[in-house]
């Protein structure tokens, strides 16, 4: 696995005339994608920024070489991040969204269940994206009871999935 780029924050629109931009963080605490200098975009190109204010949802920062408005207008909808080595390893009963891509999904019983796809937040808790191994997408709560082990040496998730129940409806 090479070193994935782990998005930090989102440029969303110009700030002011003079280049600025505002930020939307997605980094826990939220002020802290700015500890990282540089920071770089998907491309792996270096982006040095300075954090000037705040704003509703975000971050008011100016990026060096970026003087106007029109220029700042560009970078709408740029990803900013760093590679996953630079994050410090998370806590325990922690995990980066980056080490979840990818790994194997098991059932208890070891049988091989799928691989995971994504990671969702809808804002009701995290939802794992499996593709299973005959092909299909399904969604799982991301629950210790859900993925009972979690092994990130083995890159392995054991998945205990809820037993869905069959509704009858009021004519049979």
């Known amino acids: ?14 700030h002011g005339v003079s280049g600025r931009m505002k930020i939307k963080s997605l ?8 500890q990282f200098s540089p920071l770089y975009d ?20 100016s990026i060096e070489g970026v003087k106007t408005r029109e220029e700042a207008a560009l970078w709408r909808g740029r990803k900013l991040g ?16 980056a080490d979840l891509i990818g790994m194997e ?4 019983s070891g049988a091989a269940f799928g691989v995971v796809k994504q990671l969702y937040n809808f804002g009701a808790g995290d939802i794992l994206e499996i593709i299973t ?11 210790e009871v859900v993925f009972p082990v979690r092994d990130l040496a083995r ?3 054991t998945i205990a999935p809820p037993e869905i129940l069959a509704v009858k409806s009021p004519q049979g």
Request: negative net charge.
């Open 82 to 97: 760093v590679p996953r080595s630079a994050l410090p390893e998370p806590e325990d009963g922690t995990v980066y969204v």
């Open 133 to 143: 191994t005959d092909g299909r997408e399904e969604m799982f709560s991301f629950t």
């Open 105 to 108: 999904v098991a059932t208890e």
């Open 1 to 14: 696995m090479s070193d994935p780029f782990i998005c930090l924050a989102v440029i969303t629109s110009p």
């Open 155 to 157: 890159r392995r998730l």
């Open 42 to 61: 998907p491309s792996g190109a270096p982006v040095h920024l300075r954090v000037t204010g705040t704003a509703a949802g975000g971050f008011i920062a």
């Open 27 to 34: 980094a826990t605490p939220p002020e802290s994608f700015a």
